[in-house]
Structures are given as C-alpha cells and as structure tokens.
Antibody
Framework: EVQLVESGGGLVQPGGSLRLSCAAS????????MTWVRQAPGKGLEWVAN????????YYVDSVKGRFTMSRDNAKNSLYLQMNSLRAEDTAVYYCARHGTIGWYFDLWGRGTLVTVSP | EIVLTQSPGTLSLSPGERVTLSCRASQSVSSSYLAWYQQKPGQAPRLLMYGASSRATGIPDRFSGSGSGTDFTLTISRLEPEDFAVYYCQQYGSSPTFGQGTKVEIK
C-alpha cells in the first residue's frame, strides 16, 4: 500500500526540541521531492519545508528558518523534521507529503502528527 | 510571497447543486501552477487538481478547474454528499502558499 506515516509528535515546552519522522512505503521514495505541511488547530494549511530527492536542496518557510532542519534517509525510506527553539505558534498537526512528478503540488499525504508547544 | 485569497469563506448548499469556488492570487501564478485540495474533518488533505485544470488520479469528473494568471476556479458540477468539506487552493509557482480555505456545508 502506498502510504506515509508520521510519528514523533507530542507535548513540548517553549524553547524545547522535537524530531518528527515520516515512514514511506509502497513507492520509490528516493525518486520524489518530499515536504512538510502544518495546520494549526482550526486553521488553514501552511507549507513548512521541502527536500530534493538526494537531499542536496532544502527550502524552508521564513518563520522556521534557523530553527527547523529537514532531512531524509533514502535507505530507510524515511523523512525527518528536527524542530528546535519551539514556540507556541508552532503548535499544529504536521503532515508529511509527497511532491507530484511535475511540480510542487502534493499528491500523497500522511495522516499527520500533533505537536503541542505549551508550558 | 504570493498571497491566495479564497471566496466565499463558507457556502451553504444542497446535494445536486453546482458549486463554484474562487481563488485569487496577489500576483500572477507562473505556468498555472495552481492546485486544489479537499479536506474533511480529522483527515489529511486530498489532492483534487493540479496545473489549474488537471484532475488528480481517481478524482471524479464532476470536479473541474480553470483559470490562469491571478484568477482560478474550482467547479463541482453536482454536489454529492461526500463533497461537503473544506477546499484549499495552493500555488507552487514560487515558494508554496495556500489559500485560507472555503467551507462547503450542507444547507
């Protein structure tokens, strides 16, 4: 089955760190750009970061630059998001998603993992 | 950053009705790099359209997309019960951004 499964979310204090993981299966993971998108409770979608097939290019939304680091391990079919210096406004469901073959739209999504930043 | 504005915020409709959702960009979206997603409560978004008018795999043909430049539209020709959801547009001509969403609710 083609799927993405996120893990690693939870409750963390402001200023803390968390590492999210995303396990891919059912497709050739190393052939796709991958992305993280987040959704604050009751709010819309926000693109967070993406990474090229071989990890040589990464891009981030301005609000997380210098705090979040995206990486991947193609041998393990896994995607990661290291989140440091977390703020209350980072509270959201974090989705990993696969890029389409001809552009930066997202054609496969995981079910998401909730990150809550609170004292 | 390209800002996408969706309208209306909420639509109250009945099954069988035709729906037209609007997505307007603050600047031109290159090469019609515009996608639409559907999201139901507690679920991840699902890709409906990409390239403004291409349906994603498995999307029924009652969904259609159009537009170019700064104005884009998603049309549902006849609302089915499973179509009541929130719809988001997303541009990917530059750093990806999403609209704020349009909720289609049952009247």
């Amino acid at each position: 089955e083609v799927q993405l499964v996120e893990s690693g979310g939870g409750l963390v204090q402001p200023g803390g760190s968390l590492r999210l993981s995303c396990a891919a299966s059912g497709f050739t993971f190393r052939s796709y750009w991958m992305t993280w998108v987040r959704q604050a409770p009751g709010k819309g979608l926000e693109w967070v970061a993406n990474i090229k097939q071989n990890g040589s290019e990464k891009y981030y939304v301005d609000s997380v630059k210098g705090r979040f680091t995206m990486s991947r391990d193609n041998a393990k079919n896994s995607l990661y998001l290291q989140m440091n210096s977390l703020r209350a406004e980072d509270t959201a469901v974090y989705y990993c998603a696969r890029h389409g073959t001809i552009g930066w739209y997202f054609d496969l999504w995981g079910r998401g993992t909730l990150v809550t930043v609170s004292p | 950053e390209i800002v996408l504005t969706q309208s209306p915020g909420t639509l109250s409709l009945s099954p069988g009705e035709r729906v037209t959702l609007s997505c307007r960009a603050s600047q031109s979206v290159s090469s019609s790099y515009l996608a639409w997603y559907q999201q139901k409560p507690g679920q991840a978004p699902r890709l409906l359209m990409y390239g403004a008018s291409s349906r994603a795999t498995g999307i029924p043909d009652r969904f259609s997309g159009s537009g170019s430049g700064t104005d884009f539209t998603l049309t549902i020709s006849r609302l089915e019960p499973e179509d009541f959801a929130v719809y988001y547009c997303q541009q990917y001509g530059s750093s990806p951004t999403f609209g704020q969403g349009t909720k289609v609710e049952i009247k």
